[in-house]
């Protein structure tokens, strides 16, 4: 189990601010806090399974103002089986909070899922694979003051297929 509590200030934080009609430049001229908590339990048995669970918790303040793109809360579960066996996998899961936007909405909530599976097939030669966003959950994340859209919608299901030879 560990826990931690945190009480952050920042002057001078670096931003990118809209400069003319078309224009940004990166300046440095907001003040930020942040404070909040964070825990996480991790299990690891006898037979190498770990798992762990975690949340965090964190009120970000820009100029006095919520601060753009950062979520209240985020929790975040995982489990896996050694990799050092010859089959093995993981699945992680994390559920973030919504996120202000530079127009003042709010993003949705947005539960993923990861999931990776490996296989060991002789001493250097491995196959792996890495699902990510494994049920196509649609979500967006807040654009910046670069972009025309105010939420920028993001990846669905991914595949990542890896063939990997190391040499000894």
């Not at 670096?14 to 806090?33: A, K, S, Y």
């Not at 006095?64 to 996998?89: C, F, H, R, W």
């Not at 994390?94 to 060991?120: D, I, K, M, S």
Request: overall charge neutral.
């Amino acid at each position: 189990l560990s826990a931690a509590l945190f009480d952050q200030n920042m002057t001078d934080l670096i931003r990118l601010q809209p400069v003319g009609d078309h224009g940004v430049q990166f300046q440095n001229r907001n003040e930020m806090t942040s404070r909040g908590f964070a825990l996480q339990v991790d299990s690891r048995r006898n037979d190498g399974v770990w798992s762990y669970a975690s949340y965090s918790w964190s009120r970000a303040r820009e100029m006095d103002e919520a601060m753009v793109n950062s979520p209240l809360y985020l929790v975040k579960a995982g489990i896996s089986t050694p990799t050092s066996a010859q089959v093995y996998g993981g699945l992680e899961m994390q559920y973030e909070a919504p996120r202000l936007t530079y127009a003042g909405r709010r993003t949705e909530a947005a539960l993923l899922t990861n999931l990776n599976l490996g296989w060991a097939i002789t001493g250097p030669v491995a196959l792996s694979l890495t699902v990510t966003n494994l049920f196509d959950t649609a979500y967006a994340t807040p654009g910046g003051v670069e972009h025309k859209q105010d939420t920028i919608v993001q990846d669905g299901r991914s595949f990542l297929v890896r063939l990997k030879w190391e040499s000894r």
